[in-house]
């Protein structure tokens, strides 16, 4: 079957429109309507195919692939949960690795973050469980490592990203109200760990999903925050935080569970209680994609809006599981895919 | 890659897959991938990648 005539079941969505966000700033606004259905190719928005597969080797074991960069003609494929880097040619044939899991000053005991940093040629890895930041060069030397990194106020980064001036943003989700309700938001961290400044403090309270992926980073080189304790999208830049893309659901919300932490939720949800929960999203060119609902019917499903339809956005739903899991779950979900 | 999707395609999937998912089928078919069930379990991931238009 070729790929062109891959017809994928959507569901569609409804409407869209323009509303007033945040300081009077405008950003659009994608209203879904979950029990409605549409038919689309997915040839209206893709071009072609390329299928890369990626040569085992002894050394080379992948367990998942939780984000992928391409710099140089290589493929640098990140496994958190095997704690190691990839190096592949284009071809998908293996070249090197960075891993370097213990507790010895150029080596991580966790790995809950990589970035890459392509102007200085280096991967960036966060360690949660000690607390530190560690800069490999490609060829898997470590050149720096910072002890001590992001510790303020008990925070745990959950996230973070590299903006081009060296500093960090960290993101630690939303936990609710028995966890230091307040504290929990966006903030700014130096090249040296350093406190910086608060970027955003989450003024509420619901269930939230847990959020392993925040950040992206958008073609005019600012920094993208996908926020879905508050069902918006953002991007960073001169320091303030400013509307990209609001989503609205024609159905049950975590803030209709406002004042309810993640363990209260909990008894709600075993009563079918169910809200429908963005997990992620991808921006790639003029597609979005955002992988919704896990909280409703058990199932996952996915909206695409295409920014090229002048006013008109069109949000679809893939409803097929089997779509899902082997197409563009891995294909939305570039930075981790939970099969 | 600002308009390329990257999609991991485990071909151990096939195991548990092979009657419903007709789409990774197709994918390992036109990889070439087949043999026994043990040497598909094996294999690394492919990469799939998307070029949007």
């Known amino acids: ?339 | 890659m600002a308009n390329v999707l990257v999609a991991p395609v485990y071909p151990a999937m096939l195991l548990t897959n092979k009657k419903s998912c007709r789409i990774l089928d197709a994918v390992l078919d036109r990889l070439g991938i087949g043999g026994s069930e043990e040497i598909v379990a094996e294999l690394n991931p492919v990469l799939q990648l998307m070029y949007l238009k």
Not at chain 1, 60 to 89: A, H, P, Q, T
Not at chain 1, 91 to 108: L, T, V
Not at chain 1, 161 to 167: A, C, E, W
Not at chain 1, 255 to 272: E, V
Request: proline content about 2%; hydrophobic content about 35%; overall charge negative.
């Open chain 1, 1 to 339: 079957m070729k790929f062109r005539e891959l017809v994928v079941v959507f569901s569609l969505l409804a409407m869209l429109g323009c509303s007033g966000r945040h300081d009077g700033l405008e950003c659009p606004t994608v209203v879904v309507d979950p029990n409605s259905r549409d038919v689309i190719r997915m040839s209206d928005f893709v071009e072609r195919v390329e299928y890369i597969p990626l040569e085992k080797t002894d050394e080379c074991l992948i367990r998942e692939v939780s984000r992928v960069f391409e710099l140089d003609n290589e493929l640098i494929v990140v496994d958190k949960k095997d704690k190691s880097i990839f190096f592949f040619d284009r071809s998908g044939h293996y070249r090197r690795k960075i891993s370097k899991r213990g507790r010895a000053g150029n080596e991580y005991v966790s790995m809950d973050a990589v970035m890459l940093d392509a102007v200085r040629r280096q991967l960036i890895v966060f360690d949660l469980m000690s607390k530190k930041l560690l800069f490999y060069s490609l060829d898997g030397v470590c050149e720096k490592v910072v002890p001590r990194f992001g510790v303020f106020e008990d925070r745990y980064i959950r996230d973070m990203i590299n903006l081009p001036d060296g500093n960090f943003l960290c993101y630690s989700y939303l936990h609710g109200a028995n966890q230091n309700y307040g504290t929990d938001g966006v903030w700014e961290v130096s090249a040296d760990g350093e406190f910086v400044r608060w970027i955003q403090k989450f003024d509420l309270i619901h269930p939230a999903a847990t959020v392993d992926y925040a950040f992206f980073h958008r073609e005019d080189g600012t920094v993208g925050w996908m926020c879905v304790e508050y069902t918006e999208d953002y991007y960073y830049d001169e320091a303030k935080v400013r509307p990209l893309l609001a989503y609205e659901v024609d159905g049950p919300t975590a803030m209709d569970f406002s004042g309810m932490n993640n363990n209260d939720y909990a008894f709600r949800w075993a009563k079918g209680e169910m809200f429908n929960d963005r997990r992620y999203t991808q921006y790639r060119g003029d597609c979005v994609f955002t992988c919704w609902g896990s909280e409703v019917e058990n199932h996952r499903y996915y909206s695409l809006y295409d920014k090229r339809r002048d006013d008109a956005v069109s949000v679809n739903w893939i409803m097929l599981s089997e779509i899902r899991n082997c197409c563009l779950q891995g294909s939305i979900d570039f930075q981790k895919n939970r099969f």
